[in-house]
């Protein structure tokens, strides 16, 4: 079955082209710092781990860990390797309450030089996974981790067929009665049949699929909680690989443990499933994809078959497609059958199919419609959102393309064998113009969901044309969020679980950080970004001292411009946090109120919650 295409469809209510930029706020922030004793456990690449996708895994890792079921309590491993908790009060002020877990030493010290830090995954209310970054595993019951209750092991894993890998995900469901519990790691591994057409084919990305079941499952209560028998342990039940040359931007699975989403510049496929043996598809048929391209782009010409008539020919504009078929002697109205659905076309000449399948792109139906003149038939396609298409009907090239006459004649002082002939039109591209956010992947970047139990891609979408600004969990049984970047705004889209459902759209538009995609890459030392849960800001922290708080607009009616005058009525404030340190930020976590940052030797807070301008206050421009 083939997969289909969902667009990324941004809400025009979450937008805003009267956007005016943010105000610097001058506005004092209250900032507070604690030591840590033991200092916090920071990982170095090796010299064997220097490939990019090395460093795009585990390069930036955040070792700042919040409690999504506890917002205000924070997590990080010192030197002892010890598990900290950090309690972040109203005023933003942090306290480290005390170690509720301590990693077992490595069992295998010569594995040292393989090593990738520890990283600590929040299942539910009571449940967390931890990785030693070797090879181990640890599921631990925390019990309420509002209460400062140390945490046991409840199972521990090292076995899993995989080693130097970080968690990335993991899910808890009941099914069948049993309680189930998936988890996502990801390791860089070296590849053993190099490929001399792929960068950095030495090495290839992996997705390691774990699912683990209890093996007595009585006391289940709710959703959220685990609860278990006393020495009653979880079992390794099924483990799936998912492999590419690049590692993910974006990773998590589905809430009930029936797909996977990955964002990636390059392709993930199933490899191995210890239930199911994967069935490697030869020549598989292509999907037809509609292309991310530039409005005034048109598509490549169609040729048909040597010695064979086309059967149609079509263009299309900015608004709409035409499609004209040559029809036989006496054929009328009555003979025509035309059905069309948002998605979908049929076209029919008596007995004849003339189209049939699913569209290149969505069509208002109200204002499609078709005609016969002069044995012309011509069917008129009216876009539902602005953009070229490649085809009209997907895996249909009996038609012939035909170039847009006003189309042409924009174009055609680009198409000549001489560099601007005439001297009187700019140069049509100036590489010293670009930004850094209008630099795009360099191949076809690609968000897909997978179905665990096909192998199969059921949704996808093109993201080549959109940065990865961030990825974040930002709320307690939900997945994690992906921040792109389109045009000059920075847009969150929440995924959600589809079941498989080929109607409905996994990515929806949940918030708008406007003019942020030009914000964040004006920052060169920029580390970390991230936002509060209720999208009220988002940060960028530098790699060492600075971080750039940027507020939604708010309602500010007394405000003024300085060189206008005129009144703004909505205020986006940017503040600027400057911490006393010379160490390097090794993570970071957004509040609604506060701003954590850690380094090796102290945890940084501040309260970005502050008060409105005054009534009559100018902010610098």
């Given amino acids: ?140 019951e925390t019990g309420d981790r509002k209460q400062n209750a140390s945490w046991k092991v409840i199972s521990s894993f090292n076995d899993v067929g995989a080693h130097s890998f970080i968690i990335k995900h993991a899910v808890f469901h009941h099914k069948e009665d049993q309680s189930v519990i998936e988890c996502l790691l990801l390791s860089v591994d070296k590849n053993e049949h190099v490929d001399t057409k792929v960068k950095e084919s030495c090495f290839k990305s992996v997705l390691h699929w774990l699912t683990f079941k209890s093996g007595r499952f009585q006391f289940f209560t709710t959703r959220t909680r685990l609860f278990l028998p006393e020495n009653d342990s979880f079992i390794l039940h099924r483990r799936r690989l998912l492999e590419s040359h690049r590692s993910p931007d974006y990773c998590s699975l589905h809430l009930d443990g029936s797909g996977i989403f990955i964002g990636s510049e390059l392709p993930f496929k199933f490899t191995f499933d210890s239930l199911k043996p994967i069935v490697l598809e030869v020549d598989e048929p292509k999907v037809a994809e509609p292309e991310d391209m ?54 029919i000449c008596r007995d004849k199919t003339l189209l049939h399948g699913t569209l290149g792109g969505e069509v208002t139906v109200a204002n499609s419609t078709w005609t016969i003149m002069d044995r012309i038939l011509e069917l008129t396609l009216a876009k539902s959102t602005f953009g070229a298409w490649t085809t009209v009907v997907g895996g249909d090239n009996r038609g012939l393309y035909v170039v847009d006459e006003e189309l042409k004649d924009r174009l055609k002082h680009l198409t000549s064998e001489e560099w601007n002939p005439k001297g009187d039109n700019p140069a049509a591209f100036n590489s010293e113009a670009t930004e850094e956010c209008d630099v795009g992947p360099e191949e076809e970047a690609m968000l897909q969901r997978w179905d ?160 409105a301008a005054a009534d009559g206050e100018e902010l610098s421009t």
């Fill in 1 to 140: 079955m083939a997969a289909t295409w969902c667009d990324l469809k941004p809400n025009r209510d979450l937008l805003d082209h009267k956007f005016e930029g943010y105000k610097l706020s001058l506005e004092s922030l209250a900032k507070f710092e604690v030591a840590i004793p033991n200092g916090t456990l920071f990982q170095k690449l090796s010299d064997d781990q220097f490939s990019y996708q090395h460093l795009k895994a585990f390069g930036l890792f955040n070792y700042l860990i919040q409690d999504p079921w506890n917002p205000n309590f924070l997590y990080f491993v010192d030197f002892s390797r010890s598990v900290q908790q950090v309690f972040i009060d109203q005023r933003s002020q942090p306290r480290i309450s005390h170690s509720v877990f301590t990693i077992p030493n490595d069992p295998e010290p010569e594995q040292k030089r393989e090593r990738v830090q520890a990283s600590l995954y929040f299942i539910n209310e009571t449940a967390a996974f931890i990785a030693d970054g070797i090879s181990h595993i640890y599921l631990l």
């Fill in 294 to 347: 530039d409005a005034e782009a048109a598509p490549s010409e169609v040729e048909p078959m040597p010695n064979e008539e086309p059967a149609y020919e079509w263009t299309n504009n900015d608004e709409e497609v035409s499609v004209k078929f040559k029809l036989e002697e006496g054929i009328t109205k009555a003979d025509i059958t035309c059905k069309i659905t948002p998605h979908m076309l049929e076209l």
């Fill in 452 to 611: 665990g139990e096909t192998h199969a891609v059921t949704h996808q979408t093109s993201v080549s044309s959109h940065q990865v600004v961030f990825t974040s969990l930002l709320n307690a049984g939900e997945l994690p969020v992906l921040c792109l970047r389109h045009d000059v705004d920075a847009l969150v889209w929440q995924l959600h679980d589809v079941a498989g459902s080929s109607e409905q759209t996994p990515w929806t538009h949940e918030a708008t950080f406007h003019a942020f995609g030009y914000v964040q890459a004006a920052k060169q030392n920029r580390k970390f970004i991230g936002c509060a849960s209720d999208f009220s800001a988002v940060v960028i922290a530098d790699s060492t001292r600075r971080a750039y708080i940027y507020h939604r607009p708010e309602a500010a009616p007394t405000v003024r411009n300085r060189r206008t005058g005129a009144t703004m009525g909505a205020v986006a404030k940017q503040q600027v946090v400057t911490v006393d340190t010379n160490s390097e930020f090794l993570g970071m976590v957004v509040t609604p109120n506060s701003l954590a940052l850690l380094t090796d030797e102290k945890l940084f807070a501040v309260n970005i919650r502050a008060a």
